[in-house]
């Protein structure tokens, strides 16, 4: 009886040991999620590095007016070139999907110039439990893929199409809007299609702009929707514009799946940073 009892308190303190480790490696800021993210940053930082100039209106020539308004207007010109564009989101709301939670998000994203490459990472908890992401967009291609407690893989899919969030984002700096994979249409004095094309893939998207010739909407027709598993209507909204550095840019990021059953708003950051290298 004793030695019964003896083993079975063994157990409880193994138990026990093991479940405060796990705990405590949970709880530790390494991740071997975010060291991949890392060290993918680091490659293509390296590979896509550009040498710098200084932007000037005569380097805007060739955009439509409505864009080069967009530019000028809001103290593009003068700034270095960039090789590429970085989106820091702190403590966004994110839903899940349809009739699913909202948890909050830090989202951090690399725009490159050279190539058509957008890196982004999502670090996040659920129910306490470390959540990560990586989405990777390159040449034309694209691969999601989330893991949960550092190691438990939730899923991972690959698909073949350029990252409307790329295309969304390029009027950020002005280096992103000139690349060559991109192709601009006039639509009116407000509003501008915009397509890019690598290897296979091509996305088309409208941005459009305010009186001030501030960046207010971008919207695409069909993207791939994961949680209906089908082509939905999207857009990024962009408000709450402040100077900064001498530039005129928003600080509030929305994205919004237009579903038939009505809109769900599934980002919403009230505090993007911007910056270049």
């Known amino acids: 009886m004793k030695k019964s009892k003896l083993r079975r308190m063994r157990l409880i303190i193994v138990l026990i040991v093991v479940v405060v480790s796990i ?17 993918t940053v680091e490659k293509f930082t ?64 690399y725009d490159y110039v050279m190539e058509p490459t957008r890196v982004a990472f999502i670090d996040s908890k659920m129910y306490g439990i470390p959540f990560q992401g990586i989405d990777i967009c390159k040449d034309g291609k694209g691969s999601m893929k989330g893991i949960i407690a550092k190691h438990i893989k939730l899923f991972e899919t690959d698909f073949v199409f350029i990252d409307s969030s790329y295309l969304a984002e390029c009027l950020m700096h002005p280096s992103l809007a000139l690349q060559d994979n991109i192709t601009y249409k006039p639509i009116d004095d407000y509003s501008v299609e915009a397509t890019i094309k690598k290897n296979d893939a091509e996305t088309t998207g409208i941005f459009y702009f305010n009186e001030n010739y501030e960046m207010i909407s971008f919207e695409v027709d069909k993207r791939y ?49 911007i910056s270049y290298q």
Do not use: R
């Open 46 to 109: 390296k590979e896509y590095q550009l040498s710098k100039n200084i932007i000037t209106e005569d380097d805007l020539k060739e955009l439509p007016d409505v864009l080069q308004k967009y530019f000028i207007n809001n103290g593009y010109v003068g700034i270095k070139s960039a090789s590429v564009v970085v989106f820091d989101f702190k403590n966004a709301d994110f839903s899940m999907g349809i009739n699913k939670p909202n948890v909050k998000i830090d989202y951090l994203v």
């Open 23 to 39: 705990i405590i490696y949970l709880l530790i800021p390494y991740s071997p999620v975010k060291m991949a993210y890392w060290n």
């Open 225 to 273: 929707c994961s949680d209906t598993n089908t082509y939905e209507k999207w857009s990024a909204i962009t408000t709450d514009y402040k100077e900064i550095n001498g530039i005129n840019v928003p600080t509030k990021f929305q994205a919004i799946w237009h579903y038939d059953s009505g809109d769900l708003i599934y980002f919403d950051s009230n505090g993007m940073e």
